[in-house]
C-alpha cells in the first residue's frame, strides 16, 4: 500500500481557524476539477479532525487501490496517475487525533477519454466551410474541435462523429485545428495541431442579354484570383458552353433567340485551387423577331378596333410581350396574341409593326404591314315614292367603298335587302307599316357603321282585343293589342258630366279618380306622328265599383243581437256587414240599408264594417265601428264567513268585465261593494242568516250584466255568557247561553300541556269536563258546530286560570279574553 502512495500528490489549502464555538455542519466532498488522469477534491472542515483520509477503488468492487492523508488544515487535494475513461469512488474520512474515523463521505467520478491522435484531413468544402476527419477514442460521448486563426483567437466546435464539418469561417483564410475526446468525466487535453485553409469566395454574377443572339456576364473582381471559369447550360438542351478568363466579364454570342441559359462561375487562386462555385443565375436572350403579322377589325365595347396577331418561326422561352405600332399614334401590347389598336376610324390606312420583349428587353421589330379600315357610313340618305306603293332609296358613295348593302324594316319583323355596286335601290312599300331604312357600305376590312336611318310610317289600324276591366273601386284598366303603325295612344273616357285623357305609347291604360257607382264610355285612338291619329274606333262601356257605405248605426237589441244601419246612395247593391272579433267574423247581408248581427258570446269586442257588392265589383270597406257586448258574469261566487259579522267574496275572472258590484240580501238588511278586483270583504253580516248572492259585471263602456247566484247562509251565532264552574273532584261544567235551539256546541280548554273538549246534542247550553289538571292556565272557548260537523273558528277566547287545593280542583278565576298577563280575576 505504501508503493501506491506514489500515485497520490497533495494540494494543500490551509484555512483560518475561527475561535468562536460553532455548531457541527455535516461532512461533505465534491470534484473541484478533473482530467483523463487526475482528480481534484474539496470538502468542508470537520471540528476535531487531526487530518483526512482519502481511499480510491474502482466503481463495484471493495477494493482499494490507493489512499492519500492530508492534514488538520488541508480541504483540498488532487491525485494523478489516474486512468482514462475510468470510474472511481474516492472514500474522504476525518480521523482524530488517535487516527480513529469520525466521519465519511463519497465521490464518484469518471475521468476524461484518452488523448487524441492530431486531426487525421482537413479538406475545404467552399469558402466558409472545412471538413476535418479524426479518429475516434473510446469511452468519448463528443468531441470538441479548436479553430485558431493567425491572431491567436480561436473558437471550439463540439462535434459527435468523423468527418465534421467546421462552418462559419473566412473565405480563404488559413486556420489551426487540434481536437479534444470527452464524455460526463470532462474532456482531454488537445492533440497536436494541424492546419487548413478556405477557398476563394462564390462569384456573385450579374447577366444581360443586348441582343437576340448574345449574353454578356460580369462579376466584382475578388482578392487573390487570378482567373476566373464562367459556365452557362442552356436550358432544354445540351448545350453547356465554359470560357476561362482574367477579366471580370464575359460575352457569349451565336446563341439561340428567346432561349432560357443557366449560368454559374468560380474563381481560382495562385495554388491553382478551385474557389467556391456561384449560385445558379437564370439569363433568357431577347425573343426572336416576328415572322408573320395578321390585321383584322373587330368591335370591342361597342367601337372598333384592329386585331394585329402574328407568329415566330421559333420558339422562344417564358413570357413574352408583344408591342404593337401603328403610324397613326396607336400603340397596344399583350402577352399573347392578338392586340387591340383602339380606337380605329373609317376609311383609315395604317402602317403596322410588332416588336417581341421578354425579361431580357425588346427584340427587332417585325416587317411593315399596310392596313385599310372599314369604309364609312354613307351619308345623304334620300326616300322617294316614285309610283304607288314603289318607294326609291338613294346615298351618296363612299372612299374605299367597294359595295353597298340596303335594308329595308317592317313594323311587322320582316325585312328586305338590297345589294348594289350603285348608290341606289327600289323596293315596294305598303301602307299601314312603319318601315326603318339604312345602308352599309362594304371592303375587304368588313362593313361601315350603321348610318342614318329614313323612317316611313302608314296610318295606323284601330286597335284589337280591347278590355275594360275594373281594378279598384274607382280605378279602370283598359288594355288592348297593340296596333300597326301606332306608336301613340289616346284613351278617352267619358259620363254625362265628365271627359278624361289618357296619353301612352304602350298598349294599356289605367284611369283612376273616377266617380264610384258611374257608367263610363270608353274610346282608344291610335296615333302616330307621321301620318296623326285615327279617330274611326269603336267605344266600349264599363260601371265602376258601387259607392262605401257610410254613417254606420249599432243598436243593441238584446244580450247577444245588435241591429246594424247605415246610408247609401248607389243604383242597386248588396250590402254584406261584417262584426270581427277574436272568435270570428259574424255576418248579415241585406239589400236595404240595415241587418241585424245575431248570436254573439258576452265579452267580446267586434270591428264591424260593411261593403256594397253589384255587377261591377266590391267598394271599399265603411269605416269601422266598434261593437261591445254586455260582460259575462263571472262563474259561482265563493263566499267565506271571516268573523260574525263579516264575509270574503271571491270569483273567478269574467270576459270583458271590467269593474263588479257584489251583493248579500237578506230580510235582516242589505251589503254590497264595487271594485275592480276579483273579491270583496263585507261587513254588517247577521250571523244564521240566509242571504240571496248577486253580482252585477260593468264593461269599460258600462255596458252591465246582471248576475244571480245560489244562496248563501252565514254561520251560527257564538254564544255568549262562557262560565267555568268547579264540580266535584277534578271535574269543571262549562256553562253558556244560544241565540237558538237547533244547533250543536263544541267546548274547548286549552292548557300549557293539556286539551279537554266536550260536544253538545242540539239545543243543549253546557257540558261536563271529567279529570282536569288543576295548577294550569287554560284558554277556553265554545263555538257552534256547522252542518258539516266542522267547528265555527272566530269565536272568542277566554283564559282561567284552575288552582289546586290537594291533589284536587281549588279555585277557577277569570283572567280576560285571549289574555294571560290581564289582572282582573273573577272567582266563580
Known amino acids: 500500500m505504501g508503493a501506491l502512495k506514489g500515485l497520490v500528490t497533495s494540494t494543500l489549502v490551509l484555512l483560518c481557524i475561527c475561535t468562536e464555538a460553532s455548531a457541527q455542519t455535516a461532512f461533505t466532498a465534491s470534484v473541484f476539477t478533473k482530467t483523463s488522469r487526475s482528480a481534484t477534491l474539496q470538502w468542508n472542515r470537520y471540528d476535531g479532525a487531526s487530518s483526512y483520509l482519502i481511499t480510491v477503488s474502482l466503481e463495484g468492487t471493495q477494493d482499494i487501490i490507493a489512499f492519500t492523508q492530508f492534514g488538520e488544515n488541508t480541504v483540498m487535494g488532487t491525485l494523478n496517475s489516474l486512468s482514462p475513461n475510468t470510474l472511481y469512488v474516492f472514500t474522504v474520512q476525518p480521523l482524530d487525533i488517535n487516527q480513529i474515523p469520525q466521519d465519511m463521505t463519497t465521490v464518484q467520478l469518471l475521468t476524461a477519454p484518452e488523448l487524441m491522435a492530431p486531426i487525421q484531413k482537413v479538406k475545404p468544402k467552399d469558402s466558409q466551410t472545412l471538413i476535418v476527419e479524426f479518429n475516434l477514442v473510446t469511452g468519448a460521448t463528443h468531441y470538441i474541435v479548436r479553430v485558431q486563426s493567425s491572431d491567436r483567437s480561436y473558437r471550439e466546435e463540439r462535434v459527435y462523429s468523423s468527418p465534421a464539418e467546421i462552418n462559419s469561417l473566412i473565405p480563404y483564410t488559413e486556420y489551426t485545428l487540434s481536437i479534444m475526446a470527452g464524455n460526463s468525466g470532462g474532456r482531454n487535453q488537445p492533440s497536436p495541431s494541424v492546419t487548413g485553409k478556405t477557398v476563394l469566395p462564390p462569384l456573385q454574377l450579374s447577366a444581360s442579354s443586348p441582343s437576340n443572339d448574345s449574353i454578356v456576364i460580369s462579376w466584382d473582381p475578388i482578392d487573390s484570383a487570378v482567373q476566373y471559369t464562367v459556365v452557362m447550360y442552356e436550358v432544354f438542351s445540351n448545350t453547356t458552353i465554359k470560357q476561362n478568363t ?5 460575352t457569349f454570342s451565336g446563341l439561340d433567340a428567346g432561349s432560357l441559359f443557366m449560368i454559374m462561375g468560380y474563381g481560382w487562386d495562385a495554388e ?58 396607336l400603340t397596344c401590347n399583350t402577352t399573347s396574341s392578338p392586340c387591340l389598336l383602339s380606337p380605329v376610324g373609317c376609311g383609315e390606312v395604317h402602317i403596322i409593326q410588332v416588336i417581341a420583349s421578354n425579361d431580357a428587353g425588346p427584340g427587332y421589330p417585325s416587317s411593315p404591314v399596310e392596313f385599310i379600315t372599314f369604309p364609312c357610313t354613307p351619308e345623304s340618305l334620300a326616300l322617294v315614292e316614285s309610283m304607288e306603293g314603289n318607294c326609291t332609296l338613294s346615298w351618296d ?11 329595308i324594316k317592317k313594323g311587322d319583323g320582316s325585312e328586305e335587302t338590297c345589294n348594289t355596286t350603285n348608290n341606289n335601290c327600289t323596293y315596294h312599300c305598303q301602307c299601314g307599316y312603319m318601315f326603318h331604312m339604312y345602308v352599309f357600305a362594304y371592303n375587304h376590312a368588313g362593313s361601315s357603321p350603321q348610318g342614318p336611318v329614313v323612317n316611313y310610317t302608314s296610318l295606323p289600324c284601330c286597335p284589337e282585343d280591347v278590355s275594360v276591366s275594373l281594378v279598384s273601386t274607382e280605378t279602370l284598366e283598359i288594355t288592348w293589342a297593340a296596333s300597326r303603325g301606332a306608336d301613340l295612344y289616346e284613351t278617352r273616357v267619358a259620363d254625362i258630366s265628365e271627359v278624361v285623357l289618357c296619353n301612352d305609347t304602350a298598349p294599356v291604360c289605367a284611369l283612376s279618380d273616377l266617380s264610384c257607382d258611374s257608367a263610363y264610355s270608353v274610346v282608344v285612338t291610335p296615333c302616330n306622328d307621321m301620318s296623326g291619329c285615327n279617330f274611326a274606333c269603336n267605344a266600349h262601356t264599363k260601371d265602376t265599383a258601387p259607392c262605401m257605405p257610410m254613417y254606420i248605426q249599432l243598436d243593441p237589441k238584446n244580450s247577444s243581437c245588435v241591429s246594424v244601419s247605415w246610408r247609401a246612395s248607389n243604383r242597386a247593391a248588396n250590402y254584406s256587414v261584417s262584426a270581427m272579433g277574436e272568435d270570428g267574423t259574424h255576418t248579415c247581408i241585406s239589400s236595404g240599408s240595415s241587418c241585424e248581427l245575431t248570436d254573439l258570446p258576452c265579452g267580446s269586442i267586434y270591428e264591424v264594417t260593411i261593403i256594397a257588392t253589384s255587377v261591377a265589383g266590391q267598394s271599399l270597406p265603411s269605416y269601422s265601428e266598434t261593437l261591445e257586448t254586455e260582460p259575462c258574469c263571472p262563474a259561482s261566487p265563493t263566499v267565506h264567513q271571516v268573523t260574525q259579522a263579516m264575509t270574503n267574496v271571491s270569483w273567478s275572472h269574467a270576459k270583458g268585465a271590467y269593474s263588479f258590484i257584489s251583493s248579500l240580501t237578506s230580510p235582516h238588511g242589505h251589503a254590497s261593494c264595487h271594485t275592480q278586483d276579483l273579491h270583496c270583504l263585507m261587513g254588517c253580516i247577521t250571523c244564521g242568516t240566509n242571504y240571496t248572492v248577486t253580482m252585477e259585471a260593468f264593461s269599460h263602456s258600462g255596458r252591465s250584466a246582471n248576475c244571480t247566484y245560489q244562496g248563501f247562509s252565514s254561520s251560527a ?70 252542518p258539516e260537523n266542522s267547528k265555527v273558528s272566530f269565536c272568542a277566547q277566554r283564559v282561567y286560570s284552575v288552582t289546586c287545593s290537594g291533589s284536587d280542583v281549588g279555585t277557577v278565576n277569570y283572567r280576560g279574553k285571549r289574555s294571560v298577563d290581564d289582572s282582573m280575576l273573577a272567582v266563580i
Do not use: F
Open 397 to 407: 358613295t363612299e372612299p374605299y367603298a367597294d359595295s353597298y348593302m340596303a335594308y
Open 246 to 250: 482574367s477579366s471580370t466579364s464575359v
Open 717 to 786: 251565532c257564538c254564544p255568549s255568557g262562557v262560565r267555568v264552574y268547579k264540580m266535584a273532584g277534578n271535574s269543571l261544567r262549562l256553562l253558556w247561553r244560544t241565540a237558538g235551539s237547533d244547533h250543536r256546541y263544541v267546548a274547548e280548554m286549552m292548557g300549557s300541556s293539556n286539551y279537554y273538549n266536550c260536544t253538545t246534542s242540539a239545543g243543549e247550553s253546557s257540558c261536563n269536563i271529567e279529570n282536569v289538571q288543576c295548577g294550569d292556565i287554560y284558554l277556553v272557548v265554545v263555538a257552534p258546530l256547522t
Open 272 to 329: 491553382e485551387r478551385k474557389g467556391e462555385g456561384s449560385l445558379y443565375i437564370n439569363q433568357t436572350t431577347r425573343p426572336p423577331m416576328p415572322a408573320s403579322v395578321d390585321v383584322s377589325v373587330v368591335m370591342s365595347a361597342d367601337q372598333a378596333v384592329l386585331s394585329v396577331s402574328c407568329e415566330s418561326n421559333q420558339e422562344a422561352y417564358g413570357n413574352i410581350e408583344y408591342y404593337v405600332m401603328s403610324d397613326q399614334n
